[in-house]
């Protein structure tokens, strides 16, 4: 049931991180005109890279909208020249095209003023948004927003990143975003106040942010509350007047080196592979934010300040402010805090006068030849080997003239001052430079005349799998007028056409791939737009994947959509829209201010979400099949191109592949022939057009439904519960929930959530998990291979499998089913509008409702599943993977250790092995998943926008029906209900891991003893009752307090951010010895006891004193250096902004429902959601003091272990394609600590 199959064309949201992480950020996202909510079960910060894609990630339509930038008004390349009387001109200011794009004043004006005189309207602007440009050449963009209401955000982007970087200064944009944010004073202000600040650093920009209260809390020093835009933004301004103290860049340093170590995995290594090769003929081949380790251990303050005073300029940011706040206000403080900086004194502070010269020669040549000056000053100073059909320009076509120097291409600069500079200056980096690394490019092939192939082969021993990557970068287009955007519309349809067509019609008995995706996605920190194929598989089965997953593409690219594909697709992107402009102000601060960002950086005209909505359907009520299946032979033009007699391309196409290392005569092998011949065989397949599959409009008729409520009359019944709260009645609508009991036994919760406009969640649990399996007599792993194998089936009574994808597809419908150690859990995120609709404005027919069609998909998983075989054989290789890469990853190799010590090698905590895995049969694993299906133990919890008493009605018709006894066949008789407690933790000890790994990596960790999420111990005693037995001298107030069932629970969840913090000050702060280390509770709900685990990564010379560290920050939280008030009340301000922000999301309430009517979870009930705020406020040092003594923190009780990577015996390394250690990024989601 894999009904979120085409996740990759949505962008999700960055998450806004924590006050003290600092990282790269990858992005690569498509782009709307208008922000999207993200949907997911994980908290989408998709920091997945190109290569291991978990196959579970979701889909969604709300933005297959590919967005693609505007050339502002240019500007003539020359060196500023400004009258001073006392300072210089800075050396490397130039005029150039401003950031704002089509938001600049008079861009904006001209755009508006051409809807008289165009032949296609121009796209409305959004009525509330404000921009402007201080005298000092500051940039600024204000967006009112009041969701969620007395909070803003503000970002601060710098216009340069690494990719600006000179030879000797590799990486030290990145390390200079730490020292200007993290040495800030007035970034420490805003500490204790509810504000989360973070920085990033990549290709084209480093970016600085505070999200914060309109208002400061009335508590502590603040004293009465003080607005808080001031602070924040002087906070940002610190950044740009930064003091690059010797003592901080030295902390800096050492963070830096630590993030290198930390992320340097397997897939980033990976991601250093495909950038390399996909970039290889501009800067960002050579210039990854992490730099170079050599020249990062030399660098002092004039090599940091002389950065930071070369680019840090007023006319070289953009301040984004998004928030609840006055315009005026806003516009008046921006001025106040800014208005004062000057380049010329920012230049006259340039430490190192000899880096002067070549800054400015840099500056030059950006302005020059390049499409950050040509296209986008966000962009990165690149060029582009784009592939595009006929009549497609390259921007830099005119401007450019390409000298031939052996094998190098140099970039002939034309310049009116050409004699500054010199005639040639190599901006895009095609000489060979001391520094560079290891190369070996493998040659060109043509696969026929004139179609020209760039391959790359990486082969490392810690891959697990084969990847496939094929790439065509093109120009991004702006989308400003209805042209454009119908041609967006266009390639949303087609992209969502093939997705589903590979992951549902392509997913055969025995699928060759485990995972594929085609996109094609705008890139602002690439400086183009690029269309991706991106595929794993086994290694044995590589060329079976390549040669299919061509093959359906240009089975797209030749014969088009079908007529239903059309009307599917177009249904849902006009579903989508309006969906966002039903929600219109209710969208968060932060995706707001994402997608503002991604769109004025490429161009796009930025529209509200109800004027996107009116332009959506009236492009959409006249687009025609031709159009959509001229975009699909674009789209497709560089695949279907290498077929002699096809649409072709011009350009160059970039294939990577990625396998384990093997032997020549192994069936895995693959080198550049290879993939260059199997890529030839695809293009020469021939290939038909795909036929409409009859999708089914319900899957269960209005008759069949009376017939079920003759059959099993259902009623309701009141809501019972185990934490005090009396019985909820049956007839009446409570708040902030409604609570009760289906006559089948069926508990349900559900909650009405306008936050989320037109949106629920619904989740499904039936306890149980892994932990049943042993409890019943169940064969190991046969519930959670069997979870997933429902998950990879779908067949319902006489529906096929992709007749109920599609009509998932066609209802919006997304569906996550997994098993954990005490649960299975089914989560469905689902329109609460009528989906599956045809037609336009008057002519348009409704379908069901969202929520109506996942009641029905609940139902018939409940009563009418049919179990597969090939549903199962998908399962059990995905488990296979999954346990075969745990043996290859540093991280999970050495958690997996530790978890084997803790819990005594209990294999309900552990990963499932490929033996245990290959005995599961599939009558194993139908019968373990049907007896967790009984009605009696079953919970329902369903958040949404919607009118609860239609919901609870459809729910009585649909699952009411479901007959009391349904399922009861596999019930297994005379089982214990009770769940197990964890294992009792034998005295502690020490272990220790090597892994063979080329590059050198350490890990490190501490485990113990630790209460479950309610505060429940192993030996069953709990939080509450053990403080209480300690506080001798405890006042009647705080007996009752801590009686009350949620204070375990908050004790727990400050304690874990205090943790946090206090690991962040010593271990990285203080000591320096790592980026980060975290602090994590098992949080199990039904299981006594669970254990904490402290993860910190370090060099492997300075792991063992990380790991030192850490121990002596648990003890000193203990005894010498206890929890103080202050750190209570920032802990608290932290735990309720996050829940304050979650109740705004529909999944958060399905998460916090599910259980409270569970009498396997004593503790949680109503309670637990109506008094958090008053609990959580309640609580006192010395709750949390006492709370502390009921973990295993003694040292005698510690589990410890450091995992380091060790070189392989004879290790050779191969000449390929080897970049810093990292890249920085990955495609499509952020890497925030």
Request: a negative charge; aromatic letters at 6%.
């Amino acid at each position: 049931m894999k009904f979120q199959v085409a996740a990759g064309i949505l962008a999700t949201a960055l998450f806004v991180g924590d006050v003290n992480a600092f990282s790269f950020v990858p992005q690569r996202s498509s782009i709307a005109v208008t922000p999207s909510k993200s949907i997911s079960n994980n908290d989408r910060t998709r920091s997945s890279s190109l290569v291991m894609k978990d196959d579970n990630s979701k889909f969604s339509f709300a933005n297959l909208f590919s967005g693609e930038g505007a050339a502002a008004s240019g500007a003539t390349p020359t060196r500023v020249r400004r009258s001073s009387a006392t300072l210089e001109p800075h050396p490397s200011q130039r005029d150039h095209i401003n950031p704002l794009n089509a938001l600049y004043p008079p861009n904006k004006q001209a755009i508006e003023e051409s809807a008289g005189t165009s032949t296609t309207p121009p796209l409305p602007f959004h009525p509330a948004v404000q921009s402007g440009v201080l005298s000092n050449g500051f940039s600024y963009v204000f967006l009112p927003n009041r969701s969620p209401p007395n909070r803003f955000e503000a970002h601060l982007q710098v216009f340069s990143g690494s990719s600006d970087e000179l030879e000797p200064q590799q990486g030290i944009a990145h390390l200079t975003e730490h020292v200007a944010y993290m040495g800030s004073r007035k970034r420490e202000r805003l500490f204790g106040t509810g504000s989360q600040t973070n920085a990033y650093t990549d290709f084209h920009h480093t970016v600085f942010y505070a999200a914060c209260p309109t208002y400061s809390p009335n508590t502590g020093s603040f004293g009465s509350p003080q607005p808080m835009l001031p602070m924040a933004l002087d906070a940002l301004c610190d950044v740009m007047e930064a003091r690059c103290d010797p003592s901080r860049i030295e902390k800096e340093r050492q963070a830096v080196l630590s993030e290198m170590t930390m992320v340097n995995t397997i897939e980033y290594r990976v991601e250093c592979q495909i950038l390399s090769t996909l970039h290889r003929e501009n800067r960002l081949a050579k210039r990854f934010p992490i730099g170079k380790e050599s020249l990062i251990q030399k660098w002092d303050r004039d090599d940091v300040k002389t950065w930071h005073r070369t680019h840090y300029r007023p006319d070289n940011v953009l301040l984004y402010i998004v928030g609840d706040l006055d315009p005026q206000y806003v516009q008046q403080t921006i001025e106040d805090k800014f208005g004062h900086l000057t380049a010329e004194k920012q230049g006259s502070e340039i430490a190192l006068p000899e880096l002067k010269g070549d800054a400015s020669d840099l500056a030059d040549a950006v302005v020059g030849n390049t499409l950050k000056q040509r296209q986008s000053w966000h962009y990165p100073p690149v060029r582009h080997d784009f592939c595009v059909v006929e009549g497609v320009k390259d921007l830099l076509d005119d401007e450019t003239k390409l000298v031939e120097t052996g094998d190098l291409e140099v970039v002939e600069k034309k310049s009116e001052d050409e004699s500054s500079i010199g005639s040639i200056y190599d901006i895009h980096l095609q000489k060979p430079y001391s520094l560079d690394d290891k190369v070996k490019f493998l040659k060109e092939a043509e696969l026929s005349p004139g179609k020209v192939i760039r391959p790359h082969i990486f082969k490392h021993e810690l891959l697990q799998n084969f990847s496939f990557h094929l790439f065509a970068k093109r120009p991004v287009e702006p989308i400003k007028d209805m042209e454009s955007f119908r041609r967006s519309l266009a390639r949303r349809v087609c992209l969502a056409a093939l997705q589903i067509r590979l992951n549902v019609g392509g997913r055969s008995d025995d699928p060759a791939f485990t995972f594929v995706e085609f996109n094609q996605l705008d890139s602002a920190r690439e400086g183009c737009a690029v269309c991706s194929l991106d595929m794993t598989s086994d290694p044995p089965r590589w060329r079976e994947a390549v040669l299919k997953s061509i093959s359906e593409i240009r089975k797209l690219g030749i014969h088009g959509v079908t007529p239903g594909e059309m009307e599917r697709y177009a249904s849902a992107l006009l579903t989508d829209a309006e969906q966002l402009a039903a929600q219109g102000d209710m969208i968060s601060h932060g995706d707001q201010l994402a997608y503002l960002m991604e769109t004025v950086a490429n161009g796009h005209t930025f529209m509200s979400p109800e004027q996107s909505y009116a332009v959506t359907e009236q492009a959409l009520s006249t687009l025609t099949l031709e159009e959509v299946n001229r975009a699909a032979a674009e789209l497709c033009s560089h695949i279907t191109g290498l077929n002699d007699g096809e649409l072709t391309s011009t350009g160059k196409v970039v294939a990577v592949a990625c396998a384990p290392k093997s032997s020549d005569n192994d069936a895995a092998f693959v080198d550049d022939d290879m993939l260059c011949q199997a890529i030839r065989e695809a293009c020469a397949i021939e290939v038909e057009p795909v036929e409409d599959v009859i999708v089914p409009h319900t899957l269960v008729t209005p008759a069949e439904l009376e017939e079920a409520m003759k059959a099993n009359p259902p009623s309701w019944k009141s809501g019972q519960f185990s934490d005090g709260t009396p019985n909820t009645p049956a007839d009446r609508i409570t708040r902030p929930f409604t609570l009760r009991r289906l006559s089948n036994g069926i508990r349900v919760g559900i909650n009405q959530n306008p936050a989320e406009s037109q949106r629920g969640h619904l989740r499904l649990v039936a306890p149980g998990g892994r932990d049943a399996e042993r409890r019943l007599g169940f064969k190991s792993g046969s519930l959670a291979v069997g979870a997933r194998a429902m998950q990879e089936g779908g067949s319902f009574g006489s529906f096929s499998r992709e007749q109920v994808e599609l009509f998932a597809v066609d209802h919006l419908i997304m569906v996550e089913i997994n098993c954990n150690e005490e649960s299975l859990v089914m989560d469905f995120v689902f329109p609460t509008t009528n989906v599956g609709n045809s037609g336009y404005g008057e002519n348009m027919k409704l379908g069901i409702t969202g929520t109506e069609s996942v009641l029905q998909i609940v139902r018939e998983i409940l009563v009418d599943f049919n179990w597969e075989e090939d549903a199962l054989g998908r399962s059990k290789s995905s488990y296979r993977t999954a346990h075969e890469s745990l043996g290859k990853s540093l991280e999970g190799k050495s958690t997996e250790m530790i978890m084997d010590a803790v819990t005594s090698g209990d294999d309900r905590f552990l990963s499932i092995d490929v033996d245990t895995v290959n005995a599961v049969t599939l009558e194993d694993a139908k019968n373990a998943v049907m007896s967790q299906l009984r009605p009696k133990d079953l919970e329902i919890s369903v958040s949404g926008d919607f009118v609860v008493n239609e919901v609870l009605e459809q729910i009585l018709q649909y699952l009411g029906t479901v007959p009391a006894d349904a399922n009861a066949e596999f019930e297994v008789k005379d089982a214990t209900m009770e769940f197990d407690s964890v294992p009792k933790l034998a005295p502690g000890k020490h272990l220790d891991l090597e892994l063979e790994d080329s590059d050198p990596r350490a890990v490190a960790y501490v485990a113990g003893a630790a209460p479950n999420q309610w505060g429940f111990l192993a030996d069953g005693t709990s939080v509450a009752q053990r403080v209480s037995e300690a506080d001798k001298r405890a006042s009647d107030y705080d007996k009752q307090r801590r009686a009350h069932p949620l204070f375990g629970n908050a004790a727990l969840s400050l304690i874990s951010e205090i943790a946090n913090r206090r690991l962040f000050s010593t271990v990285r702060e203080r000591k320096q010895l790592t980026y980060d280390a975290n602090f994590s509770l098992t949080g199990f709900e039904r299981m006594k006891g669970g254990w904490f685990l402290v993860t910190v990564t370090a060099s492997k010379e300075k792991a063992q004193k990380a790991l030192d560290a850490c121990k002596e920050t648990l003890e000193a939280l203990r005894k010498s250096n206890p929890i103080s008030v202050d750190n209570l009340e920032s802990a608290k301000r932290v735990v309720l902004n996050r829940h304050e922000g979650e109740l705004r999301t529909s999944q958060y309430w399905a998460t916090i429902m599910s259980g409270i009517q569970e009498e396997s979870i004593p503790l949680k009930g109503p309670l637990s959601v109506t008094d958090f705020h008053a609990v959580i406020e309640a609580m006192t040092t010395t709750d949390l003091q006492l709370a502390l003594d009921c973990m295993g923190l003694e040292e005698s009780q510690l589990y410890t272990a450091i995992g380091k990577t060790v070189q392989p015996e004879g290790l050779v390394v191969d000449e390929i394609v080897k970049a810093s250690p990292m890249a920085g990024m990955g495609r499509g989601g952020a890497l925030m600590g």
